[in-house]
């Protein structure tokens, strides 16, 4: 299916819509077509060489746009240069060719690469991508056209996925970007990225607007990033995160993620890898577990400032986190505007540990002032939200309102009694505590929580608590609905608790505790 979609590609005719604009003519006019250096553009031949005279040749030249025609055109590793954009025309391909017996293929990855510890070898190199740019200064990727990274190697070193990243001349990034800024990603489409359909680290002031991301792994990695808008992009990533902004330490130092927006995205990891591209949108089999979703995450060294996600659905895939593990700030999200159906993690997951993966002496980070309202989940497994963070580290200041949580059910007496482990430092997945003693929220480690409008609905029977909380100082609940009928639960399992209040919600009488209780009711 992905030969036949790439050929279709190459064949189609430019939209008469671009015929509008102004063509490649010469580089007096800065337009610079590869065909002029050498381009070939039949899929067999290797147009490495050629591309990348022609972005030589617009950065010589002041600037300008670097033009694909319609044409399928293999590649290794593409250099960016400052002031050049790419522009991918209706019909064009971008291939990543297969890496070569005897090389040289991808360049190789960047010196020191391996012995950067505090993050996985992915997020520790960019150079070994089809496309690179390191230090860079108004750049743009554009286009209708597509980024097919057939070539690249997923990270894995698996016998059924070759090739191997660690070997020579292997490429593992579709695009890869380094301590960039003033960057513009648009329109464009991107097939099979390898580990990351994009990778940008330290980059500020970016635009990434109406892509369309049909990946094998990662599709949009935001790291140690700055001033950045995610808008309008369609992802399906079954086999990894969808939208990740991290602040991992592959930098050498620690630097937030900050002044981000995710708005209008549509995350799925639910459809056969090119389906959704060429318009088929085929499902994977029921028996598939897929990935994609929003997480900020786990690479947290820097943290995550200011950060605003909005008006998103997520399908058949994991429900929002954020997850700070490595010592930094989180603080100042707001979420909103969200709908999520046949979630295989809980919508929720608010995550403050203490793996500590960095430089030694760093303090355990914070987890703070999050706002979400205006969420609707449907069918979510039977993990509910999780709100935990470490003992002595809380939680803090999350509100929480007008919100629907529909939720599998089918917990068990005996597993409402478990205790879950602590797991501090474990990888962060809402299945790093096993099943949970909750079908609505597990909140453990957390100060200042406070709920309204807030509803949480099962599908079949469920003994568990709709809420267990442990640990937790000072948390407002008001108007809540929670599981009625035979079968159900206790509505709350406390356990010191301090500062408890439950009001004005039907069919829950008010209750209030100032000091520090333990109960079940």
């Known amino acids: 299916m992905l030969a036949g979609l790439v050929g279709a590609s190459a064949m189609t005719p430019a939209n008469p819509a671009s015929a509008a604009a102004p063509k490649p003519t010469s580089p007096a006019d800065h337009w610079f077509n590869i065909r002029d250096y050498g381009a070939v553009g039949d899929g067999a031949r290797i147009d490495t060489t050629a591309i990348n005279k022609a972005i030589a040749a617009a950065a010589a030249h002041g600037g300008g746009t670097v033009y694909f025609p319609p044409g399928t055109y293999a590649s290794y590793t593409l250099r960016l240069k400052s002031k050049v954009t790419l522009l991918l025309d209706v019909g064009a391909v971008l291939l990543a060719a297969d890496t070569p017996p005897g090389g040289p293929g991808y360049d190789s ?10 993050q996985d070898y992915g997020h520790s190199h960019w150079a070994n991508s089809l496309i690179y740019g390191e230090g860079l200064h108004d750049i743009a990727i554009v286009g209708q056209g597509l980024i097919w990274g057939k070539g690249l190697s997923r990270g894995h070193r698996f016998e059924t996925d070759p090739p191997d990243v ?27 990225g390898g580990w990351f359909a994009l990778l940008a680290t330290g980059v500020d002031n970016m635009t990434i607007d109406n892509l369309v991301v049909d990946t094998n792994r990662d599709g949009l990695d935001i790291d140690c990033c700055r001033n950045v808008r995610v808008t309008n992009c369609t992802i399906n990533s079954p086999w990894d995160d969808g939208i990740c902004p991290k602040s991992s330490f592959a930098l050498g130092y620690a630097r937030p993620t900050e002044n981000l927006t995710i708005s209008d995205c549509f995350l799925t990891g639910d459809f056969e890898m090119g389906s959704v591209i060429d318009g088929t949108w085929k499902r994977m089999p029921p028996t598939f577990s897929g990935y994609g979703r929003i997480k900020l995450g786990t690479e947290s060294n820097g943290g995550f400032k200011n950060v605003t996600i909005t008006n998103c659905v997520f399908d058949n895939c994991y429900g929002l986190a954020l997850e700070t593990m490595d010592g930094a700030l989180t603080e100042d999200i707001a979420i909103s505007n969200i709908t999520m159906r046949g979630l295989r993690f809980p919508p929720l997951f608010l995550r403050l540990g203490s793996r500590m993966r960095g430089p030694a002496g760093a303090e355990v980070g914070k987890l703070r002032r999050v706002t979400i309202q205006n969420i609707v989940s449907h069918g979510a497994k039977p993990w509910p939200s999780i709100i935990a963070g470490v003992a002595g580290h809380p939680v803090e200041d999350v509100k929480i309102s007008d919100v629907y949580f529909h939720q599998q059910g089918g917990g068990s007496a005996e597993l409402a009694r478990r205790d879950p482990p602590e797991a501090d430092k474990a990888y ?27 509803e949480i609905a099962v599908e079949a029977p469920d003994a568990r608590p709709a809420f267990w909380m442990r640990d937790v100082t000072d948390i407002d609940l008001f108007r809540l609905r929670l599981p009625r009928g035979a079968g159900k639960g206790p509505d709350f399992a406390l356990n010191e608790v301090t500062g408890f209040r439950s009001f004005g919600s039907r069919w829950l009488e008010d209750k209030r505790f100032d000091g520090a209780v333990t109960q079940t009711f």
């Open 109 to 118: 990855p960047d010196e020191g690469a391996a012995d950067n510890k505090f």
């Open 166 to 192: 660690s070997g020579p001349g292997v490429g593992d990034k579709a695009i890869a970007l380094k301590n960039c800024r003033n960057v513009l990603l648009r329109d464009f489409k991107v097939l099979q």
């Open 428 to 454: 962060p997945d809402p299945d790093m505590f096993g099943d949970l003693p909750a079908n609505g929220f597990f909140i453990r480690h957390a100060r200042n929580i406070e709920m309204s409008n807030v």
